[in-house]
């Protein structure tokens, strides 16, 4: 089992930057995929980057340019940073793993930017 646990939520200015934080408790190499969702109030949960264990990224429109998706494999960790973020980034970040065709999410941690 993999369950990935997140931190670095917290509440940011539009324009200024946030760097989240998941940790698995596998090495990243043992793990198919990581990434990141948001889910805003009252909207469906969306993707917003994703790393596969080749490496390979991929953004959601909305933040290419803005967010960055790396890894850590000495400490099984995958950041997100975002810089420039906007109001419309407020949402509860999710992180996921995916081993052995199981994808687990974490519990969330919250991004408020303010305008």
């Known amino acids: 089992q993999v369950q990935p646990v997140e931190s670095g939520g917290g509440l940011v200015q539009a324009g200024g930057s946030l760097r989240l934080s998941c940790v698995t408790s596998r090495s990243f190499f043992s793990i198919n995929a990581m990434g990141w969702y948001r889910q805003a109030p009252g909207k469906q949960r969306e993707l917003v980057a994703t790393?596969?264990?080749?490496?390979?990224?991929n953004y959601a429109d909305s933040v290419k340019g803005r967010f960055t998706i790396s890894r850590d494999n000495a400490k099984n960790t995958v950041y997100l940073q975002m810089n420039s973020v906007k109001p419309e980034d407020t949402a509860v970040y999710y992180c996921?793993?995916?081993?052995?065709?199981?994808?687990?999410w974490g519990q969330g941690t919250q991004v408020t930017v303010s305008s």
């Open positions: 996921y793993a995916d081993f052995l065709g199981v994808r687990t």
């Open positions: 790393m596969t264990s080749g490496s390979s990224t």
